[in-house]
Structure formats: structure tokens, C-alpha cells
T-cell receptor, first 113, second 115 residues
């Protein structure tokens, strides 16, 4: 069984500041890892994913995440927050063999002017 | 590319009636479609997985006779909530994957309110 923990249900950052969203997973084997963003009244949009290869993954809108197997983590960062980054962010994992996603509880990001 | 639509975007129905929600992949062939349920301020919970032409696989605790899923073509899956009750009120979201099996593309969701 897999589970995903997102530390912090709500993160508030100033415009231009670093955005750091934490995600830890539990799994018997390293899973596939994903970050999705959900804007109000919209569907989930894939930000980035890790399946194999380089552990530092770059995604859309300036976001990146690093897979750290020893820490079972996949934290999401963005060096400089924009007002448009205000949204709900979900970390998700899936086994390699069936692609079923298990989601974390989500983190709401607000950006202060 | 990789657009998934859902219809309707919201629906209100009376208790005891059935509601059908459509999920379409607009610009790719979806070999697998997933249905999720999202409660307010909570995460998405996988309800079922469907492959084109096959019976859906339901997650533990999901009543297959209540939530009927049909995946009749490579671009369309439907979720029918039968004999809906107020506790079925929720946000239902579908996703689809194609050649890249490890990537799901999500629809905008359907908000169901059962009175």
C-alpha cells in the first residue's frame, strides 16, 4: 500500500519569495511521483513527474522537484513566487505497474503582494 | 493537446434519481480512464479504473452497482450514479491516459448535488 503525506495544508508566501511544498511517501518500492496543480474551478494540471533517470525534475511554470530515495521525499520548489501561483497543489504517487494514483491531502498556496 | 472534457459541469437532482456524467478525451485515444471523487477541502479518492471494452475495476469500498462505469470507446467513458442520495453529493473527476500510461490528464470535474 502507498500513502502520501503533504506537510502543511496551507502555505503563504510573499511575491518573489521561495515556494517550498513538502511531500513524503511510503512505498515498498520507489513509485512514480507527480505534482499536480488545481486552480479554482479547473481540473488538475500536471506540473511535473518523476519516473526514472535524473532525480531533479523540471516542470512547467518554473517549478522543479527532487526525488530523494533515502528520505522518501519529492518536495516541490519554485525560486520566485508569482501571484498566479496561488492554487491548490497535490502530490501523488503510483506504482510502476498499474498507474493508479494515490494523492496527498493537498496544500493551498496563497501569494501575498 | 491532451484535453479531457466532462459533461455536465454541474448537476442537481432529486434523491432517488440517476445521473450520468460523461468524460471525453478530445484529442487523444484514452486506453484507460479513471474516476475520482473529491470532497470539499479534501484530496481525490480513486473510485474505479476502466479500460476500453472491459469491465471497470472498482476500489475497495466503492459500490459497483451504485456507480456504473462504461468505457465503450477510446474517447468516452461514462459514470452513472444510480438512485442518488444526498451523501452522493460530491465533485466527480475523471482522468484519461493514452500512450503515456504513466501520465493522466484530468477533466475539469462535475459537481453533483443531490437534494
Amino acid at each position: 500500500a502507498q500513502s502520501v503525506t503533504q506537510l502543511g495544508s496551507h502555505v503563504s508566501v510573499s511575491e518573489g519569495a521561495l515556494v517550498l511544498l513538502r511531500c513524503n511517501y511510503s512505498s515498498s518500492v520507489p513509485p512514480y511521483l507527480f505534482w499536480y496543480v488545481q486552480y479554482p474551478n479547473q481540473g488538475l494540471q500536471l506540473l511535473l513527474k518523476y519516473t526514472t533517470g535524473a532525480t531533479l525534475v523540471k516542470g512547467i511554470n518554473g517549478f522543479e522537484a527532487e526525488f530523494k530515495k533515502s528520505e522518501t521525499s519529492f518536495h516541490l520548489t519554485k525560486p520566485s513566487a508569482h501571484m498566479s501561483d496561488a492554487a491548490e497543489y497535490f502530490c501523488a504517487v503510483s506504482p510502476e505497474d498499474d498507474y493508479k494514483l494515490s494523492f496527498g491531502a493537498g496544500t493551498t498556496v496563497t501569494v501575498r503582494a | 493537446g491532451a484535453v479531457v472534457s466532462q459533461h455536465p459541469s454541474w448537476v442537481i437532482c432529486k434523491s432517488g434519481t440517476s445521473v450520468k456524467i460523461e468524460c471525453r478525451s478530445l484529442d487523444f485515444q484514452a486506453t484507460t480512464m479513471f474516476w475520482y471523487r473529491q470532497f470539499p477541502k479534501q484530496s481525490l479518492m480513486l473510485m474505479a479504473t476502466s479500460n476500453e471494452g472491459s469491465k471497470a475495476t472498482y476500489e475497495q469500498g466503492v459500490e459497483k452497482d451504485k456507480f456504473l462505469i462504461n468505457h465503450a470507446s477510446l474517447t468516452l467513458s461514462t459514470l452513472t450514479v444510480t438512485s442518488a442520495h444526498p451523501e452522493d453529493s460530491s465533485f466527480y473527476i475523471c482522468s484519461a491516459s493514452g500512450l503515456l500510461k504513466d501520465t493522466q490528464y484530468f477533466g475539469p470535474g462535475t459537481r453533483l448535488t443531490v437534494l
